[in-house]
Each structure stands twice: as C-alpha cells, then as structure tokens.
C-alpha cells in the first residue's frame, strides 16, 4: 500500500464503512493505520503492541475484534503462511487476492489477475472443491533482493 498515503487509505476506509453503514471505530481505524504505516505485514500481537505504546490497558481480543472487523470489510487480508495481516490495496470490490511475499525482505505485493482467479475456480469447480476463500500466497524474492543479491 505505499504508494497512497496512510491518511488518502484511512479517508477511503471511512467513506466505504460508512457507505456500508458500518463504524470504523477508533480502534478499527487504529488497526488499519499501523497496518499501513508498516513496511511489512503485521502480527496481531505486533499491532498489540503498536497500540499500547503510551498506554497498557489493551488486551489480545481488542486487536482481534477490529481484525475481524476490518476483514469483513474488505479492508485487509490475513497471509495464512505468515499469520500476519496487511491492508488492502483494493477495498471497493470484492476480490480473489494473489500476494508476492518476499522471503528475504518481508515485502508483500498484492495483485488482482482474473485470470488466476479464474483457473482456481475452474479447477476447483471441475474436482467438486467449494472454496470458501481464495487466496493465493506466492513466496519468493522480490525484485529489490535479488538485485542486491547479484
């Protein structure tokens, strides 16, 4: 997400939850923010500890309940292999997300192709598999490290 600014992401959250007529509350919007704000995606336990800077009145289930939140709305994704959340470079729309996670640098690059959607549908159509979601985790190296690394 860091080519749109924290605040244009956090603007746009705000116009689509209340377009949906749900709150992004002051924790929820706390979420999502240090989410964006970082270089990598994040534990919920590291976001914990993100928001308790200046205060230790926080527990585990508060950091939850705005991740579930917030993944209802569309406006982050959970990467399964890294149990860790990032935020969505797309939230308007519905979508099968692809991610490109950079094993040596932490770096996720989040891609939307049809194309890949479609033939995981289809494959998964033609051997009775119903996906309850679609989320395609590709690790790798990004294209910053492997440079460095020639």
Request: charged letters at 20%; hydrophobic letters at 40%; a positive charge.
């Given at each position: 997400?860091?080519?749109?600014?924290?605040?244009?992401?956090?603007?746009?959250?705000d116009v689509?939850?209340?377009?949906?007529?749900?709150?992004?509350?002051?924790?929820?919007?706390?979420?999502?923010?240090?989410?964006?704000?970082?270089?990598?995606?994040?534990?919920?336990?590291?976001?914990?500890?993100?928001?308790?800077?200046?205060?230790?009145?926080?527990?585990?289930?508060?950091?939850?309940?705005?991740?579930?939140?917030?993944?209802?709305?569309?406006?982050?994704?959970?990467?399964?292999?890294?149990?860790?959340?990032?935020g969505c470079?797309?939230?308007?729309?519905?979508?099968?997300?692809?991610?490109?996670?950079?094993?040596?640098?932490?770096?996720?690059?989040?891609?939307?192709?049809?194309?890949?959607?479609?033939?995981?549908?289809?494959?998964?159509?033609?051997?009775?598999?119903?996906?309850?979601?679609?989320?395609?985790?590709?690790?790798?190296?990004?294209?910053?490290?492997?440079?460095?690394?020639r």
């Open positions: 997400m860091a080519s749109i600014s924290n605040k244009a992401v956090l603007d746009r959250a689509l939850c209340r377009a949906r007529g749900v709150r992004l509350t002051a924790q929820r919007r706390r979420v999502l923010a240090i989410l964006c704000a970082s270089p990598r995606p994040l534990g919920a336990y590291e976001i914990l500890d993100a928001m308790r800077e200046g205060t230790r009145t926080l527990a585990p289930p508060t950091v939850y309940r705005a991740l579930d939140f917030l993944l209802e709305q569309g406006l982050v994704h959970k990467l399964e292999s890294l149990h860790a959340f990032v470079n797309h939230p308007e729309h519905p979508h099968s997300s692809q991610f490109l996670i950079c094993k040596s640098c932490g770096a996720v690059a989040e891609i939307e192709d049809e194309a890949i959607a479609r033939s995981l549908g289809s494959a998964a159509s033609m051997s009775g598999f119903q996906p309850q979601r679609r989320v395609v985790e590709v690790i790798g190296t990004c294209a910053g490290c492997a440079q460095k690394a």
